[in-house]
């Protein structure tokens, strides 16, 4: 029975290029690579349409043996997760992403967090301590963006953590014992010392870098000047829907509540 085979090294994704020049998930009867005795091969939820799913990491893609040679003619490249995101169809990007989270998952709960001894695997995605019993899961660190309108205008900011010049939307964490709206608030207030108001959903990403969860939200603005946190912004200010910087790409979140909102004022962005 054929298998898609989600194969890691770090961040990157071995994916099967095809001879017109596309990218797939390799889907075999037997894995497409040499599996060392040591690797451990999780099973993974199998698709919609009922094919089997599994996943594991390789230590030095320059050692990779394939197995098939009508494979091998084929080509394999490794490409990051965020870029895959534009080879792939959603639904095999997605079940990347969570392959991507479980092996994070995997490979920092080798060992019980109460007393020290090795964890072994319970179900698919559950650990027991060999020890102690202690059982842990997967875990997802929440966090919230929104997109603050002004008229005509949308807040935007650049993270001090942002690798290039683009713009995004204010974001954070979720705390312990506040809602996701009061989760929005607050954010906005340290980040931009600003107060907004009609904060509703728009919709939720899995965000496997390495474990999010991202919360969509749209408000208005109410009051304020931009004061923002220094530690955590470097830019920031109010930019009209038809002269906006560069803005983050398709896969996010921040680009779909972006898109969404430049479609009410009839346009659709040009950028990549």
């Known amino acids: 029975m054929k298998t898609y085979y989600f194969i890691f090294s770090k961040s990157d994704l071995l994916l099967q290029k095809q001879p017109d020049g596309t990218y797939t998930v390799p889907c075999t009867e037997e894995p497409p690579i040499e599996i060392k005795p040591w690797t451990h091969v999780m099973t993974i939820t199998p698709t919609a349409e009922g094919v089997g799913v599994k996943t594991f990491n390789v230590d030095n893609p320059q050692s990779i043996v394939v197995t098939n040679e009508e494979l091998r003619q084929c080509g394999y490249e490794f490409i990051g997760l965020r870029q895959s995101f534009y080879h792939l169809s959603m639904a095999m990007y997605l079940k990347a992403g969570k392959c991507q989270e479980l092996l994070f998952w995997d490979q920092n709960t080798q060992f019980c967090g109460v007393c020290g001894a090795p964890m072994k695997m319970h179900t698919t995605i559950s650990k027991r301590c060999t020890a102690c019993g202690k059982e842990v899961w997967p875990q997802l ?22 690798k290039t010049d683009f ?5 954070g964490f979720v705390e312990t014992g506040e809602t996701l709206e009061e989760a929005v608030r607050r954010e906005v207030s340290e980040e931009t010392g600003i107060e907004i108001t009609n904060i509703r959903y728009f919709g939720s990403q899995p965000w496997p870098y390495p474990c999010g969860l991202m919360v969509g939200f749209n408000a208005d603005y109410v009051s304020g000047d931009i004061h923002l946190q220094k530690s955590e912004l470097s830019k920031g200010n109010w930019f009209r829907y038809d002269n906006l910087p560069r803005i ?3 896969l996010s979140i921040a680009r779909k509540l972006l898109d969404a909102w430049l479609l009410e004022h009839g346009i659709v962005s040009e950028q990549d």
């Open 248 to 250: 983050p790409q398709k």
């Open 167 to 171: 713009f995004g939307l204010v974001a």
């Open 141 to 162: 660190a929440t966090a919230i963006i929104v997109l603050i309108q002004r008229g005509d205008e949308v807040l935007l900011v650049h993270a001090k953590n942002f």
